[in-house]
């Protein structure tokens, strides 16, 4: 799931200065699981913006949608987005963008940091995992992702900087490379620390399209029309 | 607040009862249980025959005789080699599921009676001493004490002295020293031998153990509480151990023939799994209690599950022996006669908004609350309506109904003030401070004119928006007022109400507001002069 983090009031406030009616938009799915930006954070960051004398006179209100990844969602805002000259979005970047595009006339500012792809520990308490390398090789790796959990990103491991338990940056890093080598050990399946994972092909970092097999002529389509 | 006429609702529950650990509280309380009409199983899981009552030969008769009790009892089926892996569904309707020898089963219960033993763990290291035949731990002497050839071994031919050392590598209960002095009258009592007790904390509180002391004394026992630990070792065979002497004020030594040394008392290995298993919360030695003065004498933090004899702490046998009686009528009260009223202010999920988070579910106190069909539910019979879900909930998807996100609202407006006489709002807890305001106005203490009370049922219910939802609305100060720590009766309601407003107090300095006008106080009902100063305090704070 995609965590992130609220953005400190002050930058918050920096963004909306001098606009008069701004409607806090949260969303219903990643951001409100990891307690960023649901509902209620949605109302809390209201109440904050009302309360503090640097923003006083303008007017804040809020409105959560159940995901804004999803123009169909979006659109249920769009009779109301007209009366506010700003939105603060509580989604994550991509849905900060889809909502600035649909909503292009009307500055719509980002209220979070999109932190990470990760896992929930408990309640508020949050870890990357995953950092959509696009070649995953969490198969070799006894399922411990070596991109994001080893401080080097290395594909093949561990380096010379192990401390066995820990990583040689930080006592406190533990080094992902020695945990892939104790479970694959456990699981009797540790030749394959062996096998060479080739260098991933980081190029594919730019903008990246997704059409899933099966839904390529769909797409085509689409796009034509 | 506005209170809903209490509505009774009817449920169904299930009669069957299952009982974890087949030692003596396990097999009492199955028995009582049994009589009350209720199938019981027994499952010999943790505690079986000796951990609780190794030390005492005639519990272990009485063990014998429960078990035979139990065997032949037609509603309790005991079950050997049994573990209880899964515990799902409700209070009142849970799912166990077990594991037995012949592989595993699913059964429908409605309670669990938890009845685990504890582990005697030996000191020898503290003492740095090695177990030999002249140093015994006090569980190997009251092995050799069960039958003539072990207690012709501790005579040893002509006779001996043995010095018990008690106290001092462990914190020392009442079961520790009750198997010292019992040991020792034993040892007393053989031909030509002699018992020393030096003991460090000597803890006599429970039932007729001062009268053990005393009796011990009276029978030639010599008890001495050495100034600081008392050094033992073996020099060249011979053992010698020399300490502080009180009463004659000088170093004293002793050469005993043989030194028995103290155990001390851990929970059983299973009741670690059995916490997460149950969900249910322990204390910090891992026994499955905490001191909450608010919890029945064998309630746990889970309606439905409770916790018996020396899966709670520790007990002496007959004390753990005697809990039966209170988990047969907990049982009955919980589980009538499979039909149940439930009333109160309860929990309830919107489905339509909740995201499946589990933060519901992780913050329940009570373990309320599951999912089903990828909505959270919560179980009416299980909720204790402390609102701490409601006010963690990230969309607002669960109101407590009597405390609605709208009638706190409401009741918020109502009260702030107006411009010129801003409120001070105490949002009070009903367990606590609503009480030590009640009686600080009964008792006629100066009170501030504008302190207006908001009445929550746990300081856990009052969320973030709340309090900023007081500023805005023009509130002049916010208290909030809860129980003392480790004693909320929603377990930690009071501690995350703490967590939530030092989390706000925060952001008002980030947002250039005043946090000093946002107060948190623990406070017991019987604190009503308390209330008066705090309210005071703040009154006259905010007037500069
Ligand atoms: S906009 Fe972002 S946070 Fe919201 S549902 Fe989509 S991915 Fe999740
Ligand atoms: S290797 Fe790591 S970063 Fe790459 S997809 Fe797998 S989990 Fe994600
Ligand atoms: S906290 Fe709210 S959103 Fe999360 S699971 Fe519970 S009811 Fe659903
Ligand atoms: S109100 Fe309290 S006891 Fe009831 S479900 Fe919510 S957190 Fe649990």
Redesign the pocket.
């Known amino acids: 799931m995609i965590i992130a983090e609220r953005k400190p009031i002050p930058e918050i406030q920096s963004f909306v200065a001098g606009y008069h009616k701004v409607l806090v938009v949260g969303c219903g799915t990643c951001v409100a699981v990891c307690l960023a930006g649901g509902s209620k954070e949605a109302e809390i960051l209201t109440n904050e913006l009302t309360l503090s004398p640097k923003t006083a006179g303008a007017r804040f209100e809020s409105r959560t949608l159940e995901r804004q990844c999803d123009m169909e969602f979006l659109s249920e805002l769009d009779e109301q987005a007209a009366e506010y000259d700003a939105l603060l979005s509580m989604a994550c970047g991509a849905g900060v963008q889809l909502l600035a595009e649909r909503f292009s006339r009307i500055p719509v500012f980002p209220a979070v940091n999109t932190s990470c792809i990760g896992v929930n520990r408990s309640v508020g308490w949050y870890e990357e995992n995953c950092r959509a390398c696009g070649t995953c090789v969490l198969a070799l790796t006894a399922g411990i992702c070596p991109v994001t959990r080893c401080a080097k990103g290395l594909f093949n491991g561990p380096c010379g900087g192990t401390n066995i338990t820990s990583c040689e940056i930080h006592p406190d890093q533990p080094c992902a490379w020695h945990m892939i080598y104790e479970r694959l050990a456990a699981q009797d399946r540790l030749q394959q620390i062996m096998e060479i994972s080739p260098a991933n092909d980081w190029r594919n970092q730019q903008p990246r399209t997704i059409v899933q097999p099966g839904y390529e002529e769909r797409t085509s389509a689409l796009k034509e029309q | 607040m506005t209170q809903h006429a209490t509505q009774q609702t009817e449920f169904t529950v299930t009669t069957k009862v299952l009982v974890i650990g087949a030692g003596l509280s396990g097999l009492a309380s199955a028995e009582k249980i049994a009589e009350q009409g209720y199938q019981v199983l027994v499952l010999d899981q943790g505690a079986r025959d000796d951990a609780e009552c190794c030390y005492d030969p005639e519990m272990n008769t009485v063990l014998q005789d429960l078990r035979n009790k139990a065997q032949q009892h037609s509603s309790i089926s005991l079950k050997t080699g049994a573990r209880l892996k899964q515990l799902t569904g409700f209070s009142g309707n849970f799912q166990a599921s077990l594991e037995l020898d012949t592989g595993t089963e699913q059964l429908d219960i409605g309670a669990v009676v938890l009845a685990t033993g504890y582990r005697c763990l030996p000191l020898f290291e503290h003492y740095n001493l090695r177990p030999g035949k002249t140093v015994l731990s006090i569980g190997d002497l009251e092995k050799l004490l069960t039958d003539e050839t072990g207690k012709a071994q501790i005579k040893n031919g002509s006779g001996a002295s043995i010095a018990f050392l008690s106290g001092f590598g462990d914190e020392g209960n009442p079961v520790a020293t009750e198997r010292v002095l019992k040991s020792a009258m034993a040892v007393q009592e053989l031909e030509q031998c002699k018992a020393y007790v030096l003991a460090g904390n000597v803890k006599v509180g429970a039932d007729g153990m001062e009268r053990l002391f005393t009796r011990a004394r009276n029978q030639g026992v010599t008890c001495i509480k050495p100034e600081g630990p008392p050094e033992a070792a073996i020099r060249d065979g011979v053992l010698n151990i020399s300490f502080k002497d009180p009463t004659l004020r000088q170093d004293v030594n002793l050469a005993p023939d043989c030194i028995v040394l103290e155990e001390s008392i851990a929970p059983d290995m299973e009741n670690e799994r059995l916490r997460e298993v149950l969900r249910i919360d322990a204390d910090d030695q891992g026994f499955l209690q905490t001191g909450n003065v608010h919890r029945l004498p064998v309630g746990t933090n889970r309606e439905g599950i409770f916790a018996s004899g020396t899966s709670a702490a520790v007990k002496t046998p007959e004390q753990a022996i005697r809990d039966a009686a209170d988990v047969a009528l907990q049982v009955r009260e919980f589980l009538g006669n499979g039909t149940i009223q439930v009333s109160g202010s ?2 309830v999920v919107d489905e339509g908004r909740c995201v499946i988070c589990l933060t ?1 579910y992780r ?4 373990g ?2 599951a999912w089903e069909a990828k909505k959270a539910v ?1 179980s009416p019979i299980a ?8 006010a963690e909930c990230p969309m607002d998807a ?1 109101q ?1 109904l009597d405390y609605t996100d709208e009638a706190m609202h409401s009741a918020i407006q109502e009260q702030v003030g107006t411009a010129e006489q801003p409120s001070i709002l105490a949002f009070c807890c009903q367990n606590s401070a609503f009480e030590a305001a009640q009686t600080a106005h009964k008792m006629g203490l100066e009170l501030p004119d504008r302190l207006r009370l908001i009445e929550v049922p746990c300081a856990g219910k009052i969320d973030v928006e709340d309090i900023l939802r007081s500023f805005t609305s023009g509130a002049g100060a916010v208290l909030v007022l809860a129980c003392h720590e480790g004693n909320c009766q ?1 377990e930690r309601g009071s501690t995350y109400a703490s967590w939530r407003i030092r989390e706000i107090q925060k952001r008002l300095k980030a947002l250039g507001f005043d946090d000093k006008r946002l107060v948190f106080a623990n406070l017991a009902s019987n604190m009503p002069r308390e209330f008066a100063t705090i309210t005071q305090d703040l009154a006259s704070r905010i007037s500069h």
């Open positions: 309860k929990a519901c913050c329940c106190p009570h309320a609350i919560i909720c204790q309506g402390c609102g701490i879900c409601a669960i407590l929603s």
